[in-house]
């Protein structure tokens, strides 16, 4: 019994992670039908951010709170605007394009980004440093650290921040009207260049946060961290419906507790192996995810 | 030449190869309602399209109050005071009756969404019990009122209409041709795009016929109402 809620725990502190890169491809996707496969990427850049920034700012500052709080905004603002930079530069100009350029041009980024960083930061890992120190908590037996407390409670909070600004604020709606009709929004006087940055910068500052957290848990960061991650959150994205906000939440949570119960209970070989289980598993039966709507394409 | 409101001239679009708008003559003065008539695929919507800025002419000129809009975005266009209401309504589905009434009023401050609110709640008083309720389980007729209000919160002066009719009860029809009548009535100039002709020349002054993207006939709509060749083709009369 304490085994099987230590893996919940584990998985659901690692879901949060997923969660939190999968709702930036949700996002993206939901106001230009597109998959951002370069989103992994800049959550590998939003650790890099972090290394960087706590090692200017390491004992300059009083308390370690602050510290990290500074070093996330940091990373969370460089992070989005290289969002912001992706869009315009890379996307843009192949709006009116077929999807297929824009996808191959998304791949293209991401080996681009990964390759530029091997370049300027050096291929070997790096240890990021711990920000705030590892502590047991002893719960009735359970091990928690409060690293992991901490993962929750920040996506937990960066999500009801993101639930509160796409729902109850002007831009917020005007996000939700440009992803369900570009044209339509235009005609608003809504200017939809500017809701499409604002996404990615929005998206890729919950990236950052995600690269963020995950490396105060595990503090080996290197330029193709982004990898494997981004591909597990893309699939999390998939599996709650993509386009669906609630839907990458809660994807992200079913992914980090599958990976948790597999290495915990069969073999950590297979870990990596269930995410693209579920993947095939969602693309057969239940294409449009979770809490995706069956939309027909219009073409 | 510049003192109509809206003025088209030569204007030429295509869609694709196909040629949808072939010089295109057209105005509508301030305070009008003007109806574009014809068949399906006659160039009516492409016309609106062009105007918004949604389709690029080819060539020929967009003036509205003596400015071309040709290289103006479309949201920018709708800063200046023209409103469309897009055929099949467009209403954003996945957003309250009252999110898709603040859209519509982006641009203006909260004072004047309130204004538009209650403007649009007399014009249309079913909106405002359907208010909580997401636009996407709407009735068609309901969910064209909510295209109407959602454009007027913009408070425009040239509001453009595709096909209001299209798909509604004719009982809401009815109502919504004579909403278009008391918006026109406070001053805002309307161009509405129909193929239901007899409607369209019944609620409007002026009126022009397109045929395969080019203006075949244009007059008042009284004259053309009673015109032979526009009896044949579009009112079901010989």
């Known amino acids: 019994m304490h085994a099987f809620l230590q893996q919940i725990i584990n998985g659901i502190s690692l879901g949060s992670i997923y969660a939190l890169v999968a709702l930036g491809y949700t996002m993206v996707y939901g106001v230009m039908r597109l998959i951002n496969f370069a989103h992994g990427d800049v959550y590998m850049l939003g650790a890099f951010f972090g290394y960087y920034s706590s090692r200017v700012l390491h004992g300059k500052l009083q308390s370690s709170l602050i510290e990290t709080i500074l070093v996330m905004i940091v990373s969370m603002l460089g992070c989005a605007l290289i969002g912001m930079l992706i869009e315009r530069l890379a996307y843009r100009p192949v709006r009116k394009a077929s999807r297929l350029t824009s996808l191959i041009i998304a791949i293209g980024l991401s080996l681009l980004i990964e390759n530029l960083a091997q370049l300027i930061f050096g291929a070997d890992p790096k240890f990021f440093p711990q920000l705030i120190p590892e502590k047991q908590i002893a719960l009735g037996g359970l091990s928690l650290t409060n690293q992991q407390i901490i993962v929750v409670v920040v996506a937990l ?21 440009v992803s369900f009709n570009l044209d339509a929004a235009k005609l608003m006087g809504i ?19 995600g690269g963020i957290l995950v490396s105060m848990n595990l503090p080996g960061i290197d330029p193709l961290m982004g990898v494997m991650t981004g591909l597990k959150a893309f699939v999390a994205a998939v599996l709650g419906g993509i386009g669906n906000i609630f839907g990458a939440v809660l994807g992200g949570l079913i992914l980090g507790l ?29 294409p449009e995810g979770l809490l995706g709507k069956g939309q027909v394409e219009k073409v | 030449m510049s003192d109509h409101l809206l003025s088209l001239r030569r204007v030429s679009c295509n869609y694709g190869a196909v040629q949808a708008l072939n010089d295109v003559h057209l105005k509508v003065d301030a305070g009008e309602i003007v109806t574009l008539i014809g068949a399906n ?27 071309s809009l040709l290289r103006i975005p479309t949201h920018k266009i709708a800063a200046m005071g023209i409103a469309l209401v897009p055929e099949g309504r467009a209403v954003f589905a996945n957003l309250s009756v009252l999110e898709n009434l603040e859209m519509g009023g982006y641009l203006r401050n909260t ?13 249309f008083p079913r909106l405002q019990e359907r208010i909580k309720q997401v636009a996407g389980t709407l009735s068609g007729g309901e969910q064209q ?11 425009p002066r040239l509001l453009l209409l595709d096909e209001p009719s299209l798909g509604i009860a004719p009982l809401l029809v009815k109502s919504i041709y ?9 001053g805002v100039t309307i161009l509405v795009v129909e193929q239901n002709a007899h409607l369209a020349l019944k609620h409007s002054h002026r009126a022009y016929v397109l045929e395969t993207g080019r203006v075949v006939m244009e007059g008042s709509s009284r004259e053309l109402e009673n015109d032979p060749r526009v009896k044949e083709a579009y009112l079901g009369e010989v």
């Not at chain 1, 796409?166 to 709606?173: E, W």
């Not at chain 1, 948790?260 to 870990?271: C, D, E, Q």
């Not at chain 2, 009122?145 to 408070?155: E, N, S, T, V």
């Open chain 1, 191 to 209: 200017n939809t260049n500017a809701v499409i940055s604002l996404t990615f910068a929005l998206g890729s500052a919950l990236a950052a946060a």
């Open chain 2, 41 to 67: 695929g006659a160039g009516k919507s492409t016309t609106l399209k062009a105007i918004v800025g949604l389709l690029r002419p080819e060539a020929g000129e967009i003036l509205f109050e003596g400015n």
């Open chain 2, 145 to 155: 009122m909510l295209a109407i209000g959602r454009a007027l919160m913009a408070k």
């Open chain 2, 178 to 186: 004579e909403a278009i009548d008391a918006i026109n009535r406070e």
């Open chain 1, 157 to 177: 909070l960066l999500m009801a921040g993101l639930n509160a600004f796409v729902f109850y604020t002007k831009s917020g709606k005007a996000m939700r009207a």
């Open chain 2, 111 to 123: 004072a004047e969404i309130r204004q538009g609110l209650e403007y649009v709640f007399a014009l």
């Open chain 1, 258 to 286: 599958a990976e948790t119960f597999v290495a915990g209970y069969g073999s950590s070989t297979y870990r990596d192996a269930i995410a693209f289980l579920i993947l095939i598993a969602i693309l057969l039966f239940k």
